[in-house]
């Protein structure tokens, strides 16, 4: 009688889950591989949505980075539109749900990955239900909202939240020609800034001719028909034909914690810097799961695709036979609105001194370009350092073109743990179409040594 394989059994078909799979079957040709889906999409770029919507992306299928076919031809068994519904660690088999078959049925594992990712927060408002009203966190979703754009020609927008996803929709529906207003709950927009940098921001915004409220919390939708008409708020009714929701994303852990598995922040499956759970064979990976973060030296959830793919790989090295460990994040992200790059690293000053640590910080206004060479555009960058130490704690940085990739020169220096004298004799490039001669970083790293 023939040995039954090994089996992997991954849950969801995205960034974590597939990176993992194809990582496994990289190394290791004896091991069967199942992985399930309950959507009708593999590895796609869910970052790319937004530009989509936009019309940046033509099509929707110049987003899939490799097809459900594309991973069977690679040996791993793809399961679309099928959801794990249940796990039972004692008999360790999954419970899966074929919605199109409409057949429940039980699959063994030997080893379990969850890459169940995340799902946008909902708002419990009166009016929710209304035609009109969007989320966007998947291809069938995105779809929708192009089709709806198309077919109704709307002409007024609203988006709800102020976040990465708010202003990436916002530029889209800017970019469609649609009158548009950016509703935020909270103090400022982009609450992942310091208030001072997210001035800068919205000052963007508004140049744009986009409507911006703050402190401005959803009471209700307005309906005409069963249409969206009019978002309501302390501040009075914005009147919308189309709205698209994005106030965050909570993680999809329900089938660990169903299943006993610890969890950390805001109900992020907990995993060791291997990727494991706190159940033997049970591994997590991106969305769903939490991550350390390297300076504040505690698990955090921080939800981003770079990330998952990273969490995967490390799941699937390990998986196949590698002592791989993630090293954690220092909370690095970018995005922007119209010709104004936003990014961020390390800490804000308020997560800073939340943290307990007396922190120095320091702005520069400068250029993205020598002065005098055509095309410099603008940029503020924000820098904080460890007061007593000197040790670098983040940056933020708003501007123009150009401006927002350099962050990744503060996020290595953060992963490095180097101190602003450190920093400030890097050996970065210069020629004038690309910095003045004293990076605004660097310079930034200077102001603030002068002050430590």
């Not at 009688?1 to 597939?18: F, H, P, S, Y």
């Not at 299928?61 to 031809?73: D, F, G, K, N, V």
Request: net charge neutral.
């Amino acid at each position: 009688m023939a040995t039954r394989k090994e089996r992997l059994v991954i849950v969801g078909g995205d960034a974590a889950g597939m990176s993992a799979a194809s990582q496994v079957r990289r190394m290791r040709s004896d091991v069967e591989i199942i992985a399930f889906e309950r959507g009708a999409f593999t590895s796609y770029a869910l970052c790319g949505l937004p530009y989509y919507v936009a019309g940046y992306v033509a099509e929707w299928s110049q987003l899939i980075a490799r097809t459900p076919e594309a991973h069977r031809r690679n040996g791993i068994d793809v399961r679309l539109r099928t959801e794990v519904i249940g796990l039972d660690l004692a008999r360790r088999e999954v419970i899966a749900l074929d919605h199109e078959q409409r057949r429940e049925y039980r699959e063994p594992f030997d080893q379990l990955v969850l890459a169940t990712g995340a799902r946008p927060r909902e708002l419990a408002v009166p009016g929710r239900d209304a035609a009109g009203i969007f989320t966007l966190h998947g291809i069938e979703e995105a779809q929708a909202l192009v089709d709806w754009l198309a077919r109704e020609r709307p002409q007024r927008a609203a988006v709800v939240g102020g976040g990465y996803i708010g202003i990436e929709i916002a530029e889209a529906f800017r970019a469609r020609g649609l009158a548009t207003a950016l509703i935020e709950a909270g103090e400022q927009v982009m609450p992942m800034l310091d208030p001072d940098m997210a001035e800068l921001v919205e000052k963007a915004l508004r140049e744009e001719q986009v409507t911006v409220l703050t402190k401005a919390p959803v009471e209700a939708f307005a309906t005409r028909g069963g249409r969206v008409g009019a978002v309501i708020t302390p501040a009075g009714e914005i009147a919308a034909d189309v709205v698209v929701i994005g106030i965050g994303v909570e993680p999809n852990s329900e089938l660990a914690r169903a299943a006993g598995l610890v969890v950390g922040e805001r109900n992020a499956v907990h995993v060791d810097d291997r990727c494991r759970t706190s159940e033997p064979g049970i591994w997590a990976a991106g969305d769903c799961a939490d991550v350390s973060h390297r300076l504040l030296g505690r698990s955090v959830y921080f939800p981003l695709g770079t990330t998952a793919n990273k969490q995967g790989r490390i799941c699937g090295l390990n998986l196949g036979g590698r002592d791989a460990r993630f090293p954690g994040i220092v909370g690095t992200a970018i995005t922007r609105f119209g010709d104004t790059e936003i990014a961020r690293t390390g800490l804000s000053e308020r997560e800073a001194r939340a943290a307990g640590l007396s922190v120095i910080t320091g702005h520069v206004r400068s250029t993205t370009r020598s002065g005098y060479f055509p095309g410099a555009s603008w940029m503020t960058v924000k820098m904080l350092a460890e007061e007593s130490t000197g040790r670098l704690l983040g940056a933020q940085i708003v501007g123009g073109p150009g401006a927002g990739k350099r962050i990744d020169t503060v996020a290595t220096a953060l992963s490095a743990g180097l101190t602003l004298e450190e920093f400030i004799y890097l050996d970065l490039a210069y020629a004038p179409p690309f910095s003045p001669v004293w990076d605004p970083v660097v310079v930034a790293a200077r102001k603030l040594a002068r002050e430590a």
